[in-house]
Structure formats: structure tokens, C-alpha cells
């Protein structure tokens, strides 16, 4: 591909990924503000972003290793209990290790990745927890990956026939049908395999989408796409929150939440290839496990 | 070996663990009982044991494989917020995928491993957290495995110097060293190796002892200093318990303990070989994640 071609790409990819971030932490502040205080009591949190970047280090055998940048954004609020909204870019060369498994690295192992990623932990039991991620990654062949799931946390919002489940999924159904058909099918079973506790023979939540290596040969319409499962995520869930955060909840509903975010942790350290990899490779801890819930109970 | 010794050994080691699990929930008891209400409220937990057995079946190759039993200890009290003890015996045939990882299996596959595991979690920010294992198995050879270590959750408890720490590890040196004094070096080493947490570069305790293959030559020494162990264990713990029992806290201390056993859950989520080959084998959930903190936070 032609490099000026390539770099307008990253640049435009980049671009909407930052935009993103600042879309979702100003609807979810937006949600903040408005929750009962009935139910959530006083004054509402905000976000609070932390810009980081990573200076370049040499590596091992001499050559400049990855660096980054990025905005970490977190809110510890009432209605949103904990939330974490990320967005980076990292840039560089791969270490030789990580080289050999990720898709199209060439010899001089240069890379590229864009994104952002977020979850979401509601203080009320009635309002589902959420995870989603989109990025873009460039070797010598350029793709973009990403997903949004449900994880609603009292077990008869858990079904697939509660309107919340419908809603989640019809939405980011919409979005792949739009572009593809056969995406929608594809990327919601690879959700269903991928979010599952094996050692439970259980889904962590309703499932969602879920996609990686996306690169149908079209980039623009790639791109397009993963803006859409942006879009689309951030109205769908907005939406389910305005639907739940009146709802009052009992001390058993609470219970039941913090032990349904046990399998939440049990999935993010047994299962989550990104925290894995992240812990086992020397990443930001803080970032990594921001994504742990606030409290949590295995009684 | 004579296989009426070798019978007449595993008799014996059975019996062991099955008394160390009674003595070890009669102390435990003992100490539920004798907690200050002005701290820990009204009524004693009492210890629930819940006797298992698994029936013999079939592995895919039509050999019979691995049937068990046991005894799980879990006491939900006021002092002891969750505690397991168990005592369990297995028997029969390794699967080809472990007799690769077994030490000593024959082409036969048969191993036998009976063993008390323990894990304590108490409600009171000021007693530490505790585990202990101890373990005989048999294949074409046998030893002996375990350990303890002790796990304080308050900052200022955990330093080396802290008055519990130099307590618990002159117990389990004692113990080492009445039977060979490069024991207690090596065990020490290797528990503080073991018990870390890379991705923090932190301990999860102040360490204790830990072994495994433990095999002198002499099964009647390395026995009793099996049992030694775990005598060594009650009554070192024993009296920790007794010692800050009585000490009152403050929620900044409960703060620090809830986030503590975050750690907790990271350590064995992501580095304990026995949670994590229990959850990938289709062991039992219950009994394996009833090492799990009873109440955990991440801020």
C-alpha cells in the first residue's frame, strides 16, 4: 500500500478513536448527572482522564522498542460505580516473542495500533455491565478488531428473551447487517465462544459481538463499520440505562450482583487474552486491571 | 517396595490427614468460640463438612479413571469470616495428559494422593490470612508436598520484622530443622519464590515454607515431619489468632484488607497451579474456588 495512503489511514483511524472516547465519557457523565438521587444519593462523579505516554526504550537487541500514548479515562461515580474508557496509540517494533503471533508482522516487526476499550460496572444491580473495544492494527497488512457485550447481573435479566438481551443484540446486529450479512451471524457466535467461563459452562453475560482480524479488503468500509459499532453501542446503551436507573433495588439484588462480578473477575484472569497478555508482559497494571470491579464476593 | 508396606504407609497417611483436618477444625472452632463480642457480634459460626465421594468411571481409553473422597471443611463465622479446611484421598488412574506431568508415573498410570489443604480468611483486618497444604502421593514413587504461609493483609504487619512474621517463621524453621537444616533454607526459598506476584512484583504473604517431591530416602522421617508441619501450623496460628483477636479496627483497616485480598484472587486466579489445573481439568468449582476471599475490592 502506498505509505502517504497508509499514514492518512492511521491518522483518520486515530482521530476517530480519540473522538470516541470523548463521545462516551461525555454521555456516561451525562448519565451520571441525571441518576435519581433517590437511588444514587448526592453529588454525581466525573471523569477523570489521566494522559500517559511511554518515552522509547532500546530493547533487548538494540532497536527502539514500542511506545504510546494515551488517555485513560475513569470515573468512580454513583450511578456508575466504577468505569474505565481508554483510548491509545502505541507504535513500534514488536518484541520478537510477540512478533511470531500477531498476523502479518514482518521482518522488521513494525507496528501500529489504535483504540479504545471500556467497561462499565453500574452501581445498580438493574443496569447491566458492559464491555466494549474497538482498535485498528497495522503490520504489513492492516485490520481492525473489536466488540460489545452485555453482562446484565441478576440472573432473570439473563435471559435471552429480556428486552435488554433483544434490544443489545438487535442493535449490534443492525450495525453488521448494514455492511454484511453474514458478519452479524459470524461475529455474534464468536461472542458466545469467546465470553465463557469453561470451568463454569457458563456465558459471562448475553453476548454482544466480537470480531479480530476484520480486513474484508475494503478499508473505508471496514473503517465505517467499526465507527457504526461505536455509534450504535454508545445509543443502545445509554439507552438500557435511562430504562433501568429508576428502578430500586433490594440488599439481595445487590448480593447477587457482587458475586455474578466474581465471574467477571474469573473470566478477566483465567480467560481475557488481552489481560493475560497485558500482566504477563510487564503492561500498565493500573489499566490493565481497571477493569475489575469495584467489589466484588465469592461467599 | 513391598506393596503390603507401601499399603500400610498410605493407611497411615490417611489417617493422618483425616485427624489433622479434626484437630485443625476443633482449634478453629475452639477460636470462633472464644472471639470478643464487642468485635465479632453475637453467635459462633460452627464448621459444616460435607463428606464427597466421586464414583469410578470410564476414561475414553475403557480404563476405569481417578475416583475420590473426602471431607470439605467450610466454616462462614464471625471471627473466621470463610474458612476451608479439607481433607481428600484419590485414587485410581492418571490421565495420559497429567501421568506425563507426574513425577514417577509408570506405564500403568496408577497414583494414589491423600492430603489436608487450608485456607482462612478472617474477618478482622488485624489477624492475618493463612494457608497450609500438606499431601502424600504415590505412583512408582512417593513423597510428600505442602507447606504454610501467612498471608497478613495490613501493611505494617507485612514488614519481615513485624512481630508475627518473625513468630511464623521461626515455627516452620523449627520444624525443618529438627530434621535437616538445609530443609529450612530451601523451603523458605522456594515458598517466597512461589507465593509472588510477577505482574505486581510483590509477595502475596511474608512467606512461610513450601516443598514438593519431598523425599529423603527415609519415608518414616519425611512422615513425621509431615506431621510435624501441620502440628507446628495449629499452634503457631493458634496463638497469632489469640494475639490480635482482641485488637479492634477501622475501616480504613477493612479498606486496606478488602483491597489485600484482591491480590489474593490475582495470585490464585493467575499463578496457583492447583486452582488452575483443578478449573481446566473439570475439577470441582466448589471445593477449588473455596480458597476465594469472601469479600473483595478494587477500587
Redesign the interface.
Known amino acids: 500500500m502506498d505509505s502517504t495512503v497508509d499514514a492518512s489511514r492511521k491518522e483518520k483511524a486515530q482521530a476517530w478513536f480519540q473522538d470516541l472516547q470523548t463521545t462516551i465519557i461525555a454521555a456516561l457523565d451525562r448519565l451520571e448527572a441525571e441518576a435519581p438521587v433517590d437511588l444514587f444519593g448526592g453529588a454525581p462523579g466525573v471523569f477523570e482522564r489521566t494522559p500517559w505516554t511511554r518515552a522509547p526504550e532500546t530493547g533487548a537487541d538494540g532497536r527502539p522498542v514500542e511506545t504510546g500514548g494515551g488517555v485513560m479515562g475513569m470515573l468512580?461515580g454513583r450511578l456508575f460505580e466504577?468505569a474505565g474508557v481508554h483510548f491509545s496509540k502505541v507504535d513500534g517494533l514488536l518484541s520478537e516473542d510477540f512478533a511470531a503471533q500477531v498476523k502479518g508482522a514482518g521482518p522488521d516487526r513494525k507496528f501500529w495500533a489504535s483504540g479504545v476499550s471500556l467497561i462499565i460496572h453500574p452501581r445498580s444491580p438493574k443496569v447491566p455491565a458492559v464491555h466494549m473495544n474497538t482498535r485498528m492494527l497495522s503490520t504489513t497488512e492492516t485490520w481492525f478488531g473489536g466488540g460489545a457485550d452485555l453482562t446484565p447481573v441478576l440472573n432473570y435479566q439473563r435471559e435471552q428473551s429480556f428486552p435488554d438481551a433483544i434490544d443489545f443484540h438487535a442493535a449490534m446486529q443492525a450495525v453488521c447487517n448494514r455492511y454484511d450479512p453474514a458478519w452479524g451471524q459470524r461475529y455474534k457466535e464468536w461472542c458466545d465462544e469467546y465470553f465463557f467461563l469453561?470451568?463454569?459452562n457458563e456465558m459471562r453475560g448475553i453476548g454482544g459481538i466480537f470480531f479480530d482480524h476484520h480486513q474484508s479488503g475494503d478499508w473505508e468500509k471496514d473503517f465505517a463499520f467499526v465507527q457504526d459499532v461505536g455509534r450504535a453501542f454508545v445509543e443502545v446503551y445509554e439507552a438500557l440505562v435511562r430504562r433501568r436507573m429508576h428502578e430500586p433495588w433490594t440488599p439481595a439484588d445487590r448480593e447477587e450482583q457482587?458475586i455474578r462480578r466474581?465471574r467477571y473477575?474469573?473470566f478477566n484472569?483465567?480467560y481475557d487474552r488481552g489481560t493475560?497478555f497485558g500482566?504477563?508482559t510487564?503492561g500498565n497494571?493500573d489499566s490493565i486491571?481497571s477493569s475489575?470491579?469495584?467489589?466484588?464476593?465469592?461467599?
Open positions: 468512580r466504577k469453561k470451568h463454569r457482587l466474581g473477575v474469573e484472569l483465567l493475560l500482566l504477563k510487564g497494571i486491571l475489575m470491579p469495584p467489589e466484588v464476593k465469592w461467599p
